[in-house]
């Protein structure tokens, strides 16, 4: 009778480079340290880009426009008006604002209003009349002729 071992199991090939190479522990997360989005550029870039389309806004300058002048997507636009500025972006936003304060790009023209300022002082103290009276209406049926009025006022 002969007799037969078994072969002797072996670990797997994974098991043993585990073993003889054991991964360091986690270094625990840093509670302190502030978490910096690596997409959006350094916080004084930011806010320097921001406070230039604001003014570049005051000039007359709406988003689709600077949207156009710098080739860049009106989410892009809104992101940096609202110092969310990627970091891919500054330089373009920097070249569009040397350029408008150089001349290069001048302003958009704004729309004269078509009504005076006499005209508009004269429709508000007439809507301010009718709207004093409407607090002295005791119906429903007079406040709606009171507003209706009012509202005739301004438009006119």
Request: hydrophobic share 45%; no cysteine; aromatic share 4%.
């Given at each position: 009778?002969?007799?037969?071992?078994?072969?002797?199991?072996?670990?797997?090939?994974?098991?043993?480079?585990?073993?003889?190479?054991?991964?360091?522990?986690?270094?625990?997360?840093?509670?302190?340290?502030?978490?910096?989005?690596?997409?959006?550029?350094?916080?004084?870039?930011?806010?320097?880009?921001?406070?230039?389309?604001?003014?570049?806004?005051?000039?007359?300058?709406?988003?689709?426009?600077?949207?156009?002048?710098?080739?860049?997507?009106?989410g892009?636009?809104?992101?940096?008006?609202?110092?969310?500025?990627?970091?891919?972006?500054?330089?373009?936003?920097?070249?569009?604002?040397?350029?408008?304060?150089?001349?290069?790009?001048?302003?958009?023209?704004?729309?004269?209003?078509?009504?005076?300022?006499?005209?508009?002082?004269?429709?508000?103290?007439n809507?301010?009349?009718v709207?004093?009276?409407?607090?002295?209406?005791?119906?429903?049926?007079?406040?709606?002729?009171?507003?209706?009025?009012?509202?005739e006022?301004?438009?006119?």
């Amino acid at each position: 009778m002969t007799t037969t071992t078994a072969p002797k199991p072996t670990a797997p090939k994974a098991a043993k480079a585990k073993a003889q190479n054991p991964t360091p522990a986690a270094t625990p997360a840093q509670p302190d340290a502030p978490k910096v989005n690596q997409a959006y550029a350094p916080a004084d870039v930011r806010v320097k880009i921001t406070k230039a389309l604001a003014d570049l806004g005051e000039l007359g300058f709406t988003r689709p426009q600077i949207s156009s002048h710098t080739g860049l997507t009106l989410g892009a636009v809104w992101r940096a008006q609202n110092d969310k500025v990627h970091t891919s972006e500054v330089a373009t936003y920097e070249a569009f604002v040397a350029k408008v304060v150089n001349k290069e790009i001048a302003p958009p023209e704004r729309k004269a209003s078509k009504v005076s300022a006499a005209a508009l002082a004269e429709r508000v103290a007439n809507a301010t009349t009718v709207l004093e009276a409407q607090a002295e209406a005791k119906n429903v049926t007079a406040l709606r002729a009171l507003v209706a009025s009012a509202l005739e006022a301004l438009s006119a």
